[in-house]
């Protein structure tokens, strides 16, 4: 059994086990603690604040986390579902651990469901939020294709990294979504069972 500090490790899968165990139960706990706020103006200057430094430090870890040799040759995937079957093949092959595979694919989709909370909050109307879900990884893929051109990094670009981070948006966005519609039903069902019982107690 492997320990967490052995996922954590720098050359061991790029920012993902890091994010994946650290960073992402930190954001949800801050998530859990901001939704008690009863100031909406406040949760919402909050809750941008938070999502900023989460982009940043996320930022960090895709672009620079990991660096590699910048003399390497930049790996380029375009097929879409390749580097998922490659993964695939590898632990049916026994070539790959399935902690790996896991790390490495749920983590590129659930390190994204922050963005898919916070885009639930935004003021947008769907095709806005579809921009979003789509541009936002195309943004991360991209920037290490231009950090590995300028020979800062040694990155790769996948288009199933792009698969799965949008992905991860767009089901953070749903989980908010069917979230809030249980609450309001909850919250719902509790006031007429109140206003039920009052009445009963009128009549």
Same mark, same amino acid.
């Given at each position: 059994?492997?320990?967490?500090?052995?996922?954590?490790?720098?050359?061991?899968?790029?920012?993902?086990?890091?994010?994946? /165990? +650290?960073?992402?139960?930190?954001?949800?706990?801050?998530?859990?603690?901001?939704?008690?706020?009863?100031?909406?103006?406040?949760?919402?200057?909050?809750?941008?604040?938070?999502?900023?430094?989460?982009?940043?430090?996320?930022?960090?870890?895709?672009?620079?986390?990991?660096?590699?040799?910048? !003399?390497?040759?930049?790996?380029?995937?375009?097929?879409?579902?390749?580097?998922?079957?490659?993964?695939?093949?590898?632990? !049916?092959?026994?070539?790959?651990?399935?902690?790996?595979?896991? +790390?490495?694919?749920?983590?590129? #989709? #659930?390190?994204?469901?922050?963005?898919?909370?916070?885009?639930?909050?935004?003021?947008?109307?769907?095709?806005?939020?579809?921009? /979003?879900?789509?541009? #936002?990884? +195309?943004?991360?893929?991209?920037?290490?294709?231009?950090?590995?051109?300028?020979?800062? $990094?040694?990155?790769?670009?996948? $288009?199933?990294?792009?698969?799965?981070?949008?992905?991860?948006?767009?089901?953070?966005?749903?989980?908010?979504?069917?979230?809030?519609?249980?609450?309001?039903?909850?919250?719902?069902?509790?006031?007429?069972?109140?206003?039920?019982?009052?009445?009963?107690?009128?009549?």
């Amino acid at each position: 059994m492997k320990t967490l500090l052995y996922y954590l490790g720098g050359d061991y899968l790029s920012y993902l086990p890091f994010g994946f /165990f +650290v960073l992402l139960p930190i954001f949800l706990i801050i998530y859990i603690a901001l939704r008690q706020l009863n100031n909406p103006g406040l949760k919402r200057r909050l809750f941008n604040g938070v999502m900023l430094g989460y982009l940043l430090i996320l930022s960090y870890l895709i672009w620079f986390r990991g660096l590699g040799d910048a !003399r390497d040759a930049l790996q380029i995937n375009l097929e879409p579902f390749e580097t998922i079957k490659l993964y695939l093949r590898a632990y !049916r092959q026994e070539t790959l651990s399935f902690e790996i595979i896991i +790390v490495n694919l749920v983590g590129n #989709v #659930v390190m994204m469901f922050p963005l898919g909370f916070w885009l639930y909050v935004k003021p947008y109307g769907w095709f806005r939020k579809l921009l /979003f879900i789509v541009l #936002v990884p +195309v943004i991360f893929e991209g920037g290490q294709y231009l950090l590995h051109q300028l020979h800062m $990094v040694s990155r790769s670009v996948d $288009v199933d990294d792009w698969i799965l981070n949008s992905l991860g948006i767009y089901l953070g966005l749903l989980l908010n979504m069917g979230h809030e519609q249980l609450l309001s039903k909850l919250l719902h069902q509790t006031k007429y069972k109140e206003t039920k019982k009052s009445n009963q107690h009128i009549s």
